[in-house]
């Protein structure tokens, strides 16, 4: 399969936001807001699967500080998934101001 570019908003928040803001940073490469729970983040991820984006995202910020938390939507062809930490929570049409670059 080939990689497709996935638009990734989320919400992370953590027991230790100094720990985990550099690394999600790095991670992303897009737009990370500072929050009073954590961070919001807006940026495009290239990968085969949500599911599996998701989980290098999230074990990623794990291994950094262990209770970290991910709420994310990951979209792609018009199609949102959206996850709390590894589960996912459901399907959806995109909302046009997500479809596309």
Known sequence: ?????????AEVSS??????GP?????????VTET???????CWMEGTDSRE???ELLSSLRRVERRTRLRSEWTVNGVTDRFFDYVPKGTR????DQSGR
């Open 93 to 96: 049409p995109a909302s046009p």
């Open 23 to 31: 690394v999600l940073e790095q991670l992303v490469g897009g737009t």
């Open 1 to 9: 399969m080939t990689n497709v570019p996935f638009h990734l908003i």
């Open 53 to 55: 984006l998701n989980r």
């Open 15 to 20: 027991d230790c936001t100094t720990a985990i």
């Open 36 to 42: 009073p729970e954590g961070f919001h983040v807006d």
